[in-house]
T-cell receptor
Framework: AQSVSQHNHHVILSEAASLELGCNYS??????LFWYVQYPGQHLQLLLK??????LVKGIKGFEAEFIKSKFSFNLRKPSVQWSDTAEYFC?????????????FGTGTKLQVIP | NAGVTQTPKFQVLKTGQSMTLQCAQD?????MYWYRQDPGMGLRLIYY???????DKGEVPNGYNVSRLNKREFSLRLESAAPSQTSVYFC?????????????FGPGTRLTVL
């Protein structure tokens, strides 16, 4: 069964620190991987996505993610976080099966950035 | 384009009351989805509609019903609300063309059942 694991549930960083959030997926077929961000009280926003090609994907707000097929990983990174990056981050994997599109979300990582 | 819109934004119900959450999209997408988000559990699929006139159960359909009223609208109904249904509900639609493998989310409805 398709599954997505985010091992860091709560991360606290100081401003300017580097960020790496882990994401592992289980599905062995075609990958469609996403990172979403949810700011407090707001809806999900797409940060970046990977379908194929260059395994290093750049997204909005200075975020990037690296797809490593051998490790079934899609970790999110940012070289220098800001207080405004405080939010919850979700990794997701999308699988197409006939007319059905199933998106499996990780349980989320809450990031708190201390000024 | 407004994208995916949801009403209401907030709702408080008493146990046993019923209500309908509304969702609409103006992107001419075929497939639409209802998710619930609970702390520490990510988003879980309640129901989906692959196209106008069809609906299917997701992972957690118990206690819910849906209606795909037309291509734009996909509503979620709680017939007899329970405290376990306290959650944030997100509607989404599946993109087309280059965005075929992407879902677009609405702003969510925060529901509290007392």
């Amino acid at each position: 069964a398709q599954s997505v694991s985010q091992h860091n549930h709560h991360v606290i960083l100081s401003e300017a620190a580097s960020l790496e959030l882990g994401c592992n997926y289980s599905y062995g077929g075609t990958v469609n991987l996403f990172w979403y961000v949810q700011y407090p009280g707001q809806h999900l926003q797409l940060l970046l996505k990977y379908f194929s090609g260059d395994p290093l994907v750049k997204g909005i707000k200075g975020f990037e993610a690296e797809f490593i097929k051998s490790k079934f990983s899609f970790n999110l990174r940012k070289p220098s976080v800001q207080w405004s990056d405080t939010a919850e981050y979700f990794c997701a994997d999308l699988m197409n099966s006939g007319g059905y599109q199933k998106v499996t979300f990780g349980t989320g990582t809450k990031l708190q950035v201390i000024p | 384009n407004a994208g995916v819109t949801q009403t209401p934004k907030f709702q408080v119900l008493k146990t046993g009351q019923s209500m309908t959450l509304q969702c609409a999209q103006d992107m001419n997408h075929n497939s639409m989805y209802w998710y619930r988000q609970d702390p520490g559990m990510g988003l879980r699929l309640i129901y989906y509609s692959a196209s106008e006139g069809t609906t299917d159960k997701g992972e957690v359909p118990n206690g819910y019903n849906v209606s795909r009223l037309n291509k734009r609208e996909f509503s979620l109904r709680l017939e007899s609300a329970a405290p376990s249904q306290t959650s944030v509900y997100f509607c989404a639609s599946r993109g087309a063309g280059d965005a075929y493998n992407e879902q677009f989310f609405g702003p969510g409805t925060r529901l509290t059942v007392l």
